[in-house]
């Protein structure tokens, strides 16, 4: 499929997350940045190809990293 689609992520934790989906593949956009979410915030960016989210969780000092194909269900950080 081609197109743009969006990929969401909802920080379901009870601490602040911060988030990084790549942009291997894609022209323009958001630059490969760290954005904070607060418990209970989402974001949604916008992608064609399948991409790699980084996530870190503040209270864990822990990082998650996941492939995240475009167009699916949101992704809850629990």
């Known amino acids: 499929m081609e197109g743009i689609y969006p990929i969401t992520i909802v920080n379901s934790r009870q601490a602040k997350i911060s988030v990084s989906i790549a ?3 894609e022209t323009g956009g958001e630059e490969d940045t760290f954005f904070e979410m607060n418990p209970g915030d989402s974001g949604t960016w ?6 790699v989210a980084m996530v870190y969780l503040h209270d864990a000092g822990e990082t ?15």
């Open 23 to 25: 942009i291997t593949g």
């Open 46 to 51: 916008k992608r064609g190809h399948m991409q």
């Open 64 to 78: 998650r990293i996941m492939t995240i194909p475009t167009g699916g269900a949101d992704y809850h950080i629990t």
